[in-house]
């Protein structure tokens, strides 16, 4: 009798479905949709403050990648003027990032820094609009690449000009919540600019520097410590107690066994009691065995000399050395 293997067919569609998913599901990962404008500063003519590539201090803006995959910003939008973008329509005057440059490709978590001084030429991260221009609306947004949904829009208070602050997030987009649970996007005057890092700079306290305020001197936690082994020690020592009570039992035990097999073999044998003094020896035999009796000897010789001078085995002596008389 012969088999045939059945081999299954397959679906072309459910195989290029699992292929899609598998090779191109990954990229979608990098979701445009996860960036955020995160901070802005305008005045920015402190010689002490940030400055661009060529040494100039201009308005800069601070892109957050909020999510924990890499996302390239590249051919996306910045503009402080969004007409248009309800009809689906691209502005000309909207800024778009060129692509090819490795630093558009934001870490996760990471930040981007773009200078809003209306100069495009110095390069991609230089935009072709200045807020500081009497015309100039008072937020910036952040556009897909396909020009038809908005990412992000950032407004600002018209005091952020002449402030020598910069404004955002004081926890960065998406790190502050309410008692609800909701998410909550305070944006304030900073008091440090952070470009290129986190809005939230306070130092929190450690556990040890917690630690230090209630028990300077470590007496607490020496007595806990101590505690702690001596207490574990205690334990044990109850374990040992219990288990060494229990394990002496078990010689008493086999020896009233022993005996009273002894004692019925006996009875069988000999077809009578055991005496009384038979039964008490085997007992004591039968305990000295179990637990390991012994007889001490000190295993020390003592030698006693005689007090005479001669002794019955010199006087044998003399007369083996006697010599016969003849007669």
């Keep these: ?9 397959f679906n072309r569609s459910a195989v290029c479905f699992l292929l899609f998913a598998f090779y191109f599901l990954p990229c979608f990962a990098q979701q445009i949709t996860d960036l955020r404008i995160n901070e802005m500063f ?5 010689e002490h403050n940030l400055a661009d590539e060529y040494g100039r201090h201009v308005p800069w803006i601070e892109i957050f990648n909020t999510s924990y995959n890499s996302v390239n910003i590249a051919e996306c939008y910045l503009t402080n003027d969004t007409s248009g973008l309800a009809q689906g329509i ?10 090819g440059d490795p630093k558009t490709l934001i870490s996760e978590r990471g930040f981007l820094i773009f200078y809003l001084d209306n100069s495009p030429t110095l390069g991609p991260f230089h935009t072709n609009f200045d807020p500081r ?3 100039a609306s008072n937020y910036v947004a952040l556009i897909s690449s396909s020009g038809k949904k908005l990412i992000h829009l950032f407004d600002f208070p018209d005091a952020l000009r002449p402030s020598s602050q910069s404004y955002g997030y004081r926890y960065d987009y998406g790190e502050e919540t309410d008692e609800d649970g909701k998410i909550i996007y305070e944006k304030t005057f900073l008091a440090h600019f952070t470009p290129g890092s986190t809005n939230h700079h306070e130092q929190s306290e450690t556990k040890s520097d917690i630690m230090k305020q209630h028990d300077p001197i470590g007496m607490n936690m020496a007595i806990i410590a101590m505690s702690v082994v001596f207490g574990a020690l205690f334990i044990i020592y109850i374990i040992m107690k219990i288990f060494g009570k229990w394990s ?3 010689p008493k035990k086999q020896l009233e066994t022993s005996t009273k097999e002894i004692t019925m073999q006996g009875k069988k044998e000999k077809g009578e009691d055991f005496d009384s003094e038979k039964l008490a020896a085997v007992t004591m035999a039968m305990h000295y065995y179990l637990n390991e009796y012994r007889d001490e000897e000190s295993e020390v010789i003592t030698i006693d000399m005689p007090s005479a001078r001669y002794s019955p085995w010199a006087q044998k002596n003399l007369v083996m050395k006697r010599v016969a008389r003849k007669r």
């Design 42 to 46: 305008i005045n920015n003519e402190d």
């Design 90 to 99: 691209i502005s000309k005057e909207w800024y778009k990032i060129p692509k």
């Design 1 to 9: 009798m012969s088999y045939k293997l059945q081999v299954p067919s």
């Design 133 to 135: 221009e009497a015309s």
């Design 248 to 250: 002496n039992r078990k």
